[in-house]
């Protein structure tokens, strides 16, 4: 009963509305002619037919949820600059994301210019501020089309092209089916990678045939046993779809790496319970560890299992770098077995959750620069890197967020909350409490239909078609043709004492095969006093 009551209160100023005006009306009718009367009635079945357009139309979610008093938010926005300069948080100010990125997300999304007068309101003499260094002399052109990696080694047998940009990982019920809906139908208009999110893959994902990227959490939702374990046969019936391109093993995630989950009984709909291969009326529990390996060598085993289970296709894992002995076993057991996933995608602790306990959010996990750069430089002294693609995710925004990220060694991108801007996300910060304003991060039924997946289908595809052009832009101003042409020198930061110097300046730097010498330890030492002990404990038989 309150949960229906909080899901109806929000029709209440409308419903005031045309109660106040009736009343009014009423009067009229009776004989109590004044001008107060007049007044007041007339506005009030004005605001009572803008309530009624409000639920009836299809571009605003929030206004088909909050008739009438969803314009509030709209008002504010016109009068932001002046609200925001005395009374709130400047521009720049991240809380996660400043209203600066969210801008720049909605005007892509939305075809709008994303162009900003009198420069930058950045302090670029600030400790941190970072640079692309550019060309005099740029000359090429780049199609969005043209920027797409090619993944699967020579161990794979169907490998993927995949955008240097695509959805990261959100599970159906961790967002709504209309919001999952958008997010594919977007990505099949503009052809790059959704993946799914450890919920499996939903009837929602189906829909409209985009690309999907099946993330397998240690629940082994889609594919798992009574009692919770792996099931190879549902896994390669779901594996083997065409829509399917490449499987993702959930090692551990930013937000919350290392932390199981639970899903209540109370909260699992007779869809999520499909979706997932779980029962109504139990507590759905996500272990914090996997059951189908136990080891780094264990691990590579079940990345072989899953290429032949999946006809060939790119395997690989996601993971949020914690003790890097775990990080050099997993690299150790690549060189003892010959045997290396396709791709890995390094998710940093800044990422995103719909729920995590705060000490897990603030204080858990690398964030995603330092671990890109421990893991590909890793790889490079292994002589791995050119065997195994990089993908990472968080805080991925903006065309600059990508080049950055490239620079240091990833491959592509993945963004999560950028694509729930497109969609709609104001940040609302309401994801854990299913009272998403726009119906966005939700199960309630009346909240998500507010959200149309074919209007929003068509912000997902231009914020991520806008951004791959301003991404072409910046690598031709930089004189390069694609990512892969970036290094640590392209961009420039400005040290604690103000000076300016590449990022690879002060960044971890192996030499090509380096970790294979006898003196691998030594190597590792001379760049970071004690990193070679962790070389040295690495077990592949054990964590």
């Known amino acids: 009963m309150i949960k229906i009551l909080r899901s109806y209160s929000r029709y209440i100023p409308w419903w005031l509305c045309i109660f106040f005006a009736i009343i009014y009306v009423l009067e009229i009718y009776s004989g109590i002619y004044n001008v107060k009367n007049f007044l007041l009635s007339g506005g009030l079945i004005f605001l009572s037919v803008v309530g009624f357009s409000d639920i009836t139309q299809k571009k605003h979610a929030i206004l088909r949820n909050y008739p009438v008093s969803g314009h509030l938010r709209f008002l504010f926005e016109t009068f932001r600059p002046e609200i925001r300069q005395y009374l709130l948080e400047s ?9 600066n990125q969210r801008a720049l997300v909605y005007q892509r999304a939305k075809g709008a210019s994303d162009k900003r007068p009198l420069g930058t309101i950045d302090d670029i003499y ?3 501020t970072e640079w692309l260094m550019h060309t005099i002399s740029p000359k090429q052109h780049i199609k969005p089309e043209d920027l797409r990696v090619a993944v699967g080694g020579s161990q794979c047998k169907k490998p993927y092209s995949i955008s240097v940009f695509n959805i990261s990982a959100m599970s159906f019920g961790s ?13 099949k208009m503009g052809g790059f990678a959704h993946d799914t999110g450890e919920g499996s893959v939903s009837d929602y994902h189906r829909r409209y045939d985009g ?6 959490g240690s629940g082994y939702f889609g594919c798992r046993t009574a009692d919770g374990k792996f099931d190879p046969e549902k896994f390669a019936l779901v594996a083997c779809e065409p829509q ?11 937000a919350k790496p290392g932390h199981g989950g639970v899903l209540p009984a109370a909260k699992i709909t007779p ?44 395997i690989g894992f996601k993971l949020c770098i914690g003790k890097l002995h775990e990080w050099f076993a997993i690299v150790k057991a690549m060189l003892e077995t010959k045997i ?36 590909h430089m890793s790889l490079i002294g292994a002589g791995l890197r050119d065997q195994v693609k990089l993908g990472v995710a968080g805080k991925i925004i903006s065309a600059f967020d990508i080049t950055r990220a490239c620079a240091i060694g990833a491959d592509w991108c993945n963004s999560a909350r950028g694509f729930m801007f497109a969609v709609g996300c104001i940040q609302a910060r309401s994801c854990h409490t299913d009272l998403c304003p726009t119906g966005v991060a939700t199960q309630d039924a009346m909240r998500q239909s507010a959200l149309d997946p074919e209007d929003k289908a068509h912000r997902v595809f231009h914020y991520h078609q806008n951004t791959l052009v301003a991404l072409g832009e910046l690598l031709v101003a930089a004189g390069f043709s694609h990512t892969a042409q970036l290094d640590a020198n392209a961009v420039i930061r400005r040290n604690e004492q103000g000076v300016a110097m590449p990022l690879g300046k002060n960044l971890l730097h192996l ?13 590792l030492n001379d760049h970071f006093e004690g990193l070679g002990n962790y070389w040295k404990i690495a077990s592949t038989t054990t964590w």
């Open 340 to 375: 290396t996933p396709d791709f890995i995608v390094i998710d940093g602790s800044e990422g995103g959750t719909g729920a995590a306990p705060v000490e897990f959010v603030d204080h858990m996990g690398t964030p995603m620069r330092d671990a890109l750069r421990m893991v």
């Open 271 to 314: 869809e999520i319970a499909k979706t997932r291969g779980i029962p109504m009326g139990v507590d759905c529990v996500s272990p914090a560890g996997h059951s189908a390996f136990d080891t780094p060598l264990e691990l590579m085993q079940f990345i072989v299992q899953l290429r032949e289970l999946s006809g060939g296709k790119p």
């Open 175 to 187: 967002l709504s089916g209309n919001a999952i809906m958008a997010l594919n139908k977007g990505a």
């Open 211 to 216: 690309d999907l990227i099946w993330e397998l």
């Open 511 to 523: 030499e090509p095969n380096s970790l294979l010498a006898v003196d691998a330890e030594k190597h």
């Open 91 to 99: 521009d720049t100010e991240k809380l996660p994301f400043s209203r």
């Open 126 to 128: 600030r400790d941190g």
């Open 244 to 254: 399917i391109k490449m499987i993702e093993i959930k090692i551990s995630q930013g």
